[in-house]
């Protein structure tokens, strides 16, 4: 099994040295001695090839996430998650759903709200990880108390919620393999945006074509 990230962000997780080393080895020796690689989009395909690997070899499977959790949206309503935090309908709402790890790209989610001229935006980051204090401090730092929700980690049951009440999906990742929350936002009628990487892309088109 690999994470489908770059090893110079493998290195940055917890047990860095451990986490970059069985990477690398992985990569270096997987192509010799795995006889099928099973992808979960293009973007890991590509990954896989990058690695050496011939295409041949390699089958993508994605998982419908859609209808496995169908029972969890259809009982997911509009107006949960505002009256949870005590947001106002004269607020909008932005989330960003994932671990916080570096490869997601969260500080710089954190620089690019804080420069956004507007008192009336609120930035709820549902999820759960090693950076949590980290991006917590520098919440403090940027003076955005007021503006920016950590919920923690929240279950697939939930999660529907806060889809439903969000106006705008934003995740800046540096690397992602199959960005599957993109796939839920897109599905709650949910505007998106990312950054300009290959497993966001395969998702959201490029120039705006679905984001």
């Known amino acids: 099994f690999l994470g489908s990230f770059p090893t110079d962000l493998a290195r940055k997780r917890k047990f860095g040295f451990l986490r970059c080393l069985y990477q690398y080895l992985s990569e270096f020796f997987a192509k010799h001695v795995i006889d099928y690689f099973i992808a979960n989009g293009e973007a890991t395909k590509a990954y896989f090839v990058r690695m050496g690997v011939n295409p041949g070899k390699i089958k993508i499977m994605t998982e419908d996430i859609i209808m496995r959790d169908k029972n969890f949206i259809s009982a997911s309503a509009k107006g949960r998650v505002r009256k949870q ?10 989330l960003s759903v994932g671990r916080l790890e570096k490869e997601k790209g969260f500080e710089r989610l954190l620089d690019v709200f804080q420069a956004i001229e507007r008192n009336d935006l609120i930035l709820i980051i549902a999820g ?84």
């Open 85 to 94: 935090y005590n947001i106002g309908a004269d607020k909008k709402i932005l």
């Open 128 to 211: 759960g990880g090693v950076l949590k204090k980290e991006l917590a401090e520098k919440v403090k730092n940027l003076e955005l108390e007021e503006k920016v929700i950590f919920s923690g980690f929240v279950s697939r049951e939930k999660i529907w919620d806060y889809y439903n009440d969000a106006d705008v999906f934003i995740l800046l990742s540096y690397s992602e393999g199959n960005p599957t929350v993109f796939r839920e936002a897109m599905h709650m009628g949910v505007p998106v945006i990312g950054s300009k990487i290959d497993g966001i892309i395969e998702f959201v088109g490029r120039d705006g074509e679905r984001g």
